[in-house]
């Protein structure tokens, strides 16, 4: 197990690399010269030759790779040109409250599409099934931002309920106050995961239902409960992989329901980068966010072979 | 010869034989769900491929003393935008940029992604390598997050959202078609084929090329529902079509003011993308049981 | 065009016979393919040596056997012949002619064909049957109306009629009725040679041995020589004159089939004959049945490789491998030491009479 963990642990490294690469590449694809985003627009010719040094744009660009890379690898992101902070300080303010709304949208859907997953794939055909499917179909074809919406009017502006927009008042807290601002952005966020996740479920469940094992258990007596647990144990390691990679794509697709809301986390940092092509704070938070991602995907790997005897573990 | 008549099994009704697809293309209208989605997304096309046909209001004119009017005001069937526009010409002359948006990215991922699957698939070795190493980098993303970050580095713009999006579908798909084509590679009748001195050209035309463009093609239809998503996301955030376009994600952001005002209509432009987007999914679903020769 | 016309197109003629009947039709000297196998980032690589130095000959409208468990190189052997996969070692002649430059692969394989096993995945599902007939002449230039009309002859010859089968696709038949239409297609060259790889293995019981009478009223009809690849001992000893046994790559054992079935030499063929169930009590052989699964291909053992599972190993087993010796009868040979007076091994015959030159 542990050599497994070696093993995946170095061949992630050429990955870290690729990402920053294309991280590092964000600015440079950029149109015009990476100089003009750095530079206040009224900036004397001097101060611009003064800042080409500065940021080593003079240098070839396999150099300005390596002193770019040496300093995320040491958490120095740059500055940030709107704020003039330092772009690991934002991100990090901003992640903590992106992560909390990911972990407890992944939290709602995982439940729910488990709940409604097995339940379909139990009870295959039956009415339950279906509407469990429709459920689902509608969860994966759902622009959520426009979900995001849609709650809004009835639970904020009908209802008066919820609050529609922000994170309460100052750092956040686990009191009613800030958590009541959290539910509307994890509920929206927490319909595709769910619709993905019942999916997945209903399909396994299904599919383990009808093969001889199940068969065979129920031959030996098993109660349904027992049955059940057989088949709870063999979904796991598909489900696993499913919901890693979606919690994922939660901290990564953040940006729209943040926008929505106005939700101060990374995607909402991610959007002010962007209309003040503030292009520094892109490069940093889309790396962080990347770097979630592939340790998230190393997380699942490791604990998939954990638990499921057919991965080859050498 | 000696081979007795009673080999010969009789098949009770003789089927006179059709092309592959026309049989799937059977298949597919059996299915209701099938049939009403296309009906619905040939509707909608339809009605926005022939928009300024239709004598519909003008979808730019605005009137600052008609805006926000509620959804069944009269000559105004679907109330007006933040600017007095009619809502149900903006909406059918939406569909116009909503539609090739969400589309022309898949389509395009779809012939180069297809190029380089089955080639990877098909040469193997370290042509192989080169292209699904690369693939992988792009799966250390989270698509959302590749497509914002492509589109927020290129800038705003309908082209540069194109493009972003072509780069984010291209990826999938190369990883489909490869396996496929991996494992279709492998299968006897290439063998055969090849013990028959076909050439390597020959057998991707009709042995190869055949067998793997159905699943490929399936696999992206079902990215299509995604890509509208995407695609209007885009502009919702702003980083897709400009303002006065009708489209409907960036009709959705400029309405999102309005939700305090007239909630009903603020939030008709998602509910076409959703439309749209749940069509075009139920279709992909009812093509791929269609597929299913054996079943 | 009649029929006659068409096979009078000159690719789908038989090829002349060259040496007589005196000349092997197909002879194969030193044959060796290994896979690398493993060897992954960290992974220690191995080597499978899936045929190891394997020599033999098929004659001239005989049928030859080729028996072993899987994973012994029979199928590995066959792609070997037909040039799917290129051989590390050794030499190919057919019917005098060394494939190289004097014989092209593409004219090796306009001469000999193949039949595989899955009849399922050896058709393509998206052609239809006479489309998946018609591919192999036409690669080779034939009309598409001429090519069309060897489909349907072919299908008359393997018991289907053209008018019911030819417009279907092979999803709509039964196995019996797809391998029928990869015999058709194995025929639409007009080879010489066909190699049946498991070819009825996956068929009923009955459909098989209808299968079986086919192939010989073609073999009769069309003048063929088989090499037929099966692990069923009953199919082999029905369909063929010769049989070699194989043991993880390598030929243990070689002969005519009633001289392999009554007087086997070699440990492993006399376990393997064993093994075959018998409802017969005069049959029933005191043989100790084999054991345990074959010895991993990627480290075999050192010298003869079976003796991790032979009964009779001694020191000297482990020590020499064993070569291809004569038994005393006409073209009969085994790879044992007990067949060497010179190995040995005490149940090794005393006395040496004149050697004969190994098959």
Redesign the interface.
């Given at each position: 197990m542990l050599a497994f963990i070696a093993k995946r642990l170095l061949l992630v490294l050429p990955v870290v690399f690729a990402v920053a690469l294309v991280c590092f590449m964000l600015v440079h694809i950029a149109p015009g010269d990476p100089l003009v985003s750095v530079l206040p627009p009224d900036a004397s010719a001097q101060l611009a030759e003064q800042m080409k040094r500065a940021y080593g744009f003079d240098r070839p660009l396999p150099v300005q790779f390596g002193i770019w890379l040496w300093k995320a690898v040491h958490g120095d992101l740059g500055t940030s040109i709107a704020s003039g902070r330092s772009v690991a300080e934002e991100v990090f303010r901003a992640v903590g409250n992106t992560l909390r709304l990911a972990f407890l949208a992944a939290f709602l859907g995982f439940a729910f599409g488990a709940l409604f997953g097995f339940t379909a794939g139990y009870f295959r055909d039956s009415w339950i099934d279906r509407v469990v499917t429709i459920i689902s179909i509608a969860g994966v074809s759902m622009p959520h931002y426009w979900l995001g919406m849609v709650l809004v009017i009835v639970f904020s502006v009908q209802l008066g309920w919820l609050p529609a927009v922000g994170a309460g008042p100052g750092g956040w807290a686990w009191d009613w106050d800030h958590f009541q601002h959290i539910i509307l952005p994890a509920v929206t966020m927490s319909v595709i995961p769910m619709g993905i996740v019942t999916r997945t479920i209903r399909a396994l469940v299904g599919d383990l239902l009808s093969q001889e094992f199940v068969l065979a258990l129920r031959a030996k007596g098993l109660n349904e409960l027992r049955v059940f647990k057989h088949v709870a144990k063999n979904a796991a390691p598909t489900t696993i992989a499913i919901m890693g990679l979606q919690l994922g794509y939660l901290l990564g697709g953040s940006i729209l329901i943040e926008f929505v809301f106005s939700w101060p986390g990374t995607g909402f940092l991610l959007n002010s980068a962007i209309f003040q092509r503030d292009l520094p704070l892109l490069q940093g938070t889309i790396l962080v966010l990347a770097m979630f991602f592939v340790f998230l995907n190393l997380i699942v790997d490791v604990l998939q072979a954990a638990i499921d005897p057919r991965i080859k573990r050498g | 010869m000696t081979i007795v008549a009673t080999d010969i099994v009789r098949i009770a009704v003789v089927d006179k034989a059709r092309g592959y697809w026309t049989n799937v293309g059977r298949r597919l209208m059996r299915d209701p769900v099938s049939v009403l989605c296309a009906v619905v997304l040939i509707l909608i096309a339809l009605a926005a491929i022939f928009a300024p046909y239709l004598s519909l209001a003008d979808p730019f004119l605005g009137s600052m003393i008609r805006r926000l009017r509620p959804i069944g005001t009269p000559g105004y069937p679907l109330g007006t935008d933040e600017l007095g526009r009619d809502m149900l010409s903006r909406l059918v002359h939406g569909g116009r940029l909503s539609l090739l948006i969400g589309l022309l990215p898949v389509v395009t991922a779809f012939v180069i992604g297809t190029t380089l699957g089955v080639s990877a698939g098909y040469v193997g070795g370290f042509v192989n390598q080169t292209i699904m190493r690369t693939v992988d980098v792009f799966y250390a993303f989270p698509s959302v997050l590749l497509a914002i970050a492509i589109s927020g580095a290129l800038g705003a713009g309908i082209t540069n959202s194109l493009v972003s999006l072509t780069i984010v579908f291209i990826p999938p798909i190369v990883r489909v078609a490869e396996s496929v084509t991996t494992s279709v590679r492998g299968l006897d009748f290439v063998n055969a084929a090849r013990a028959s001195g076909a050439g390597p050209l020959t057998i991707m035309r009709v042995h190869v090329l055949g067998n793997v463009l159905g699943p490929i093609f399936v696999y992206s239809t079902s990215l299509i529902s995604v890509c509208m998503i995407l695609a209007a996301g885009l502009s919702f955030l702003g980083l897709g079509t400009k303002p006065p376009q009708p489209e409907w994600g960036l009709m959705l952001n400029t309405l999102r003011t309005a939700i305090y005002i007239n909630p009903w209509v603020a939030a008709l432009p998602g509910a076409m993308i959703f439309t749209v987007s749940i069509c075009f999914n139920l279709l992909s679903d009812g093509m791929r049981s269609a597929m299913d020769v054996r079943s | 065009m009649s029929e006659a016309d068409v096979l009078r197109q000159e690719v789908l003629a038989p090829v002349a016979d060259v040496g007589g009947p005196q000349q092997p039709l197909l002879a194969v000297r030193g044959l060796s393919k290994h896979f690398a196998v493993g060897g992954g980032?960290?992974?220690r690589g191995g080597v499978v040596r899936a045929v190891d130095d394997v020599n033999f000959s098929v004659d001239k409208g005989e049928v030859l056997g080729i028996v072993g468990e899987s994973g012994c190189g029979k199928s590995t052997t066959a792609?070997l012949i037909?040039?799917?996969i290129a051989p590390d070692k050794g030499e190919i002649t057919l019917d005098g002619e060394p494939v190289g430059p004097a014989l092209t692969?593409?004219e090796l394989?306009?001469r000999v064909?193949?039949v595989?096993?899955?009849s399922y995945?050896?058709?393509?599902?998206?052609?239809?049957i006479e489309e998946?007939i018609a591919?192999?002449p036409k690669?080779?230039g034939i009309a598409p109306a001429v090519a069309r009309a060897r489909a349907h002859e072919l299908l008359r010859?393997?018991?289907?009629?053209p008018s019911?089968f030819a417009?279907?696709?092979p999803?709509?038949l039964?196995g019996g009725?797809r391998q029928r239409i990869?015999i058709a297609?194995?025929l639409?060259?007009a080879p010489r040679l066909v190699i049946l790889d498991e070819a009825v293995s996956a068929l009923d019981k009955s459909v098989e041995a209808?299968v079986l009478n086919?192939l010989l009223?073609l073999k009769e009809?069309l003048g063929l020589t088989y090499v037929f690849i099966s692990h069923d001992l009953n199919v082999v000893r029905f369909i063929s004159d010769r049989v070699i046994v194989m043991y993880l790559g390598e030929v243990v054992e070689s002969g005519p089939v009633e001289a392999l079935w009554t007087d086997a030499r070699h440990p492993y063929t006399r376990a393997l004959l064993a093994a075959m169930p018998s409802l017969d009590a005069d049959h029933r052989t005191q043989e100790a049945p084999i054991s345990g699964d074959p010895p991993n291909p990627i480290d075999p053992p050192s010298g003869c490789r079976f003796h991790t599972r032979c009964a009779f190993a001694e020191p000297v087993c482990s020590a020499e491998a064993p070569r291809l010796m004569p038994t005393g009868n006409e073209r009969h040979a085994a790879a044992c030491h007990m067949v060497d007076p010179a190995s040995g091994h005490s149940r090794a015959p005393v006395a040496s009479p004149e050697i004969q030159h190994a098959i």
């Open positions: - | - | 980032l960290f992974g792609r037909i040039g799917l692969l593409r394989r306009r064909q193949m595989f096993q899955d995945a050896s058709l393509n599902p998206r052609l239809t998946t591919f192999g690669v080779h010859k393997v018991g289907l009629d019911l417009d279907r696709y999803h709509e039964s009725q990869n297609r194995a639409a060259l209808q086919l009223d009809e």
